[in-house]
């Protein structure tokens, strides 16, 4: 696996899914914006897919800042 964070998930049947994978089942577990936005991303080729979620594990902190807690959505 590459050097940046990644997602790693692994589901109640035992399978590992990481990447652009992991993100969409957490998003489809969320409530209905988070699952149109599944809907919308999982239009696109899983490799498509999997190089946005590597640009985004490469910049997050950058974009949106490092935290000692997490910032939880209301």
Partial sequence: FPS???V???TNDGNILAYSDAVSMVLSNMSAPFRIINVLLKMFPKSLRNKGYEIIAKNRYSWFGKYDQC???N
């Fill in 4 to 6: 940046h964070d990644m």
């Fill in 8 to 10: 790693i998930l692994e």
């Fill in 71 to 73: 910032q939880i959505i």
